[in-house]
């Protein structure tokens, strides 16, 4: 009797056994299967990434001819699709300018904007060009803006700048029956780049160019960077929405105006001509708007926000001045902190 519970327990105890090790062989199989995989897809990806290099690098290089538009654009959408920021800055920045140079083409087979004319790439080249657009923001956001890097900084400024606005496409001068459409494209590449933080970004290629000892925005940089600000504005309507990060991420630059009057001073035309200040002053004016605006912004932030409000005043002092209402800003300590009353004055 007891041989056979033995016998009984050993043949459980064998029979578990057996099982546990299928189990683990079966664990080992899978893992040496999940890690052939990956190892088979980095391969396969470092390889097919090495040939769109070596095949990109052959055809766009820093000072290369037109070519035919459709194949530029293909390979540059395989190229930003194995893209690596760090490894192949050199290789956009050939890209955004060779992109630049096709805008001064009057051939639909050269210019880049000729992609979206073919209809079975409009709505791929509509995606292609935002990723492009926002790749840009990305390497703005972490240069230093040094001397050294003005180089790079005006070729993505330039794309940015080409690509929300139909002004320099060299394309329409000879075919314009689609210009509104484009302007409207064109509006919907700024939407985007607001939508992902493009005011962020401006501002702070403003906060590393400006708040230096010796200033690295010149002329055409700073004008950049003003331009790419107030085109979102004005093609909005000037909304409140638009206005309040206007204010909040642009007009609280330190002494932004007076850099803009001794760098950049025909974007005071343009603040003048948008009716920039008077919009601006009408936010203000209202309590709980600006009561908004004051908390979103740290102290210093806020003087320095009002000081550019008083300097652009000043130097429109003379035009359209004379029809703005003024906000008084009264600053009073309370047990809750700072408040900020306001009246209007004229």
């Known amino acids: 009797m007891y041989d056979t519970e033995n ?13 546990l090790e299928r189990e683990q062989a079966k664990k080992k199989e899978d893992s040496v299967i999940v890690i052939q995989s990956h190892a088979r897809k980095w391969v396969v990806k470092r390889k ?24 530029v654009y293909l390979l540059a959408k395989k190229f930003l699709w194995i893209w690596k920021k760090d490894e192949d800055k050199t290789r956009f920045e050939h890209l955004c300018r060779y992109i630049n140079s096709s805008l001064d083409s009057k051939s639909s087979s050269h210019s880049y904007i000729g992609v979206f004319f073919v209809k079975e790439y409009t709505q791929s080249w509509i995606g292609h060009i935002k990723t492009l657009l926002w790749t840009c923001c990305l390497y703005l956001s972490d240069i230093k803006v040094d001397y050294s890097d003005m180089k790079q900084v005006l070729v993505l400024l330039h794309t940015l700048v080409s690509f929300t606005s139909t002004n ?13 459409s484009l302007d409207q494209l064109c509006n919907n590449f700024m939407g985007h780049l607001y939508s992902k933080g493009f005011y962020s970004v401006l501002k702070d290629i403003l906060m590393k160019g400006l708040l230096r000892s010796k200033i690295s925005l010149k002329a055409v940089s700073l004008s950049g960077v003003i331009t790419l600000s107030t085109r979102p504005l004005v093609s909005s309507g000037l909304s409140d929405k638009l206005i ?96 900020v009353s306001f009246t209007t004055q004229f």
Not at 7 to 19: N, Q, V
Not at 168 to 180: D, G, S, Y
């Open 7 to 19: 016998d009984r327990t050993s043949f459980l105890e064998k029979t578990k056994a057996a099982r």
């Open 48 to 71: 097919i990434r090495q040939q769109i290099l070596a095949e990109f690098d052959q055809q766009i290089q820093e000072n290369t001819e037109l070519k035919c538009c459709k194949q």
């Open 168 to 180: 320099t496409w060299a394309l329409l001068k000879t075919n314009n029956t689609m210009l509104i």
């Open 244 to 339: 309040h990060n206007y204010i909040t991420h642009i007009l609280c630059v330190p002494a932004l105006m007076y850099h803009m009057e001794h760098t950049a001073p025909l974007c005071l035309k343009q603040f003048e001509n948008e009716e920039v200040l008077k919009r601006c002053l009408e936010v203000l004016s209202n309590q709980e708007e600006a009561q908004y605006i004051f908390n979103k912004l740290e102290g210093s932030y806020v003087l320095c926000m009002i000081g550019n409000l008083i300097h652009l005043s000043h130097l429109q002092l003379n035009s359209s001045m004379k029809e703005v209402k003024f906000p008084l800003y009264t600053v009073s300590n309370r047990k809750s902190g700072p408040f």
